[in-house]
């Protein structure tokens, strides 16, 4: 890994969809979807989608913060999922779908408790943020076909009916701060 990147790593529903919203990034060098926060070694989607394994749907971001910092990954991270449905992000329910920040320094960790009392304090979500701050654990790679796969598929039906809506929103905020 290049030493200037930094790692983040986030639970925010399918990993799906929240890898094809972070590899637009400028300063985002890769989006590794996975699994953590669980007690199986290894677990596998079929595993992860039981809802047994503890597990969450993940991606793993490196990212360099001279050209994109924290802070903003967490506002992205923020905006474009629903941080206050517990273990439910729309249609997929489960523990695997959970809203989780998983730091990898207590830098990382104040400043999700940041951006939290600030998101609370000024309202901005009618119901109570429910995304659990945890430290990061063992990241599980997911399978190959997992990777990529907004891209791979496109014309897939959830891909045009779940993702494309979130990504012309999240380009709508955030559109110049893409590649």
């Not at 991270?77 to 517990?86: A, V």
């Not at 809203?99 to 109570?128: M, R, W």
């Not at 659990?132 to 990529?148: G, L, P, R, S, W």
């Amino acid at each position: 890994m290049n030493e200037k990147l930094a790692i983040a790593t986030f639970g925010n529903g399918c990993f799906w969809c929240t890898e094809a919203i972070f590899q637009q990034l400028k300063g985002v060098e890769s989006v590794l979807p996975g699994y953590t926060g669980g007690t199986v070694k290894n677990p596998s989607y079929k595993e992860v989608c039981t809802g047994t394994t503890g597990h969450a749907e993940a991606i793993q971001i490196k990212y360099d913060p001279s050209v994109i910092s924290y802070r903003e990954l967490l506002d992205i991270f923020f905006y474009t999922h629903d941080p206050t449905t517990l273990n439910r992000q729309g249609a997929d329910v489960g523990t695997q779908y959970r809203s989780a920040i998983f730091y990898h320094n207590e830098k990382q960790k104040e400043d999700a408790d940041t951006i939290i009392a600030q998101l609370t304090s000024e309202g901005v979500y009618d119901d109570p943020i429910v995304t659990e701050v945890t430290a990061a654990q063992i990241f599980y790679e997911a399978e190959d076909y997992h990777k990529n796969y907004y891209n791979n598929n496109k014309n897939q039906g959830y891909c045009r009916a779940v993702i494309n809506p979130k990504l012309d929103k999240f380009m709508k905020k955030y559109g110049a701060k893409t590649k």
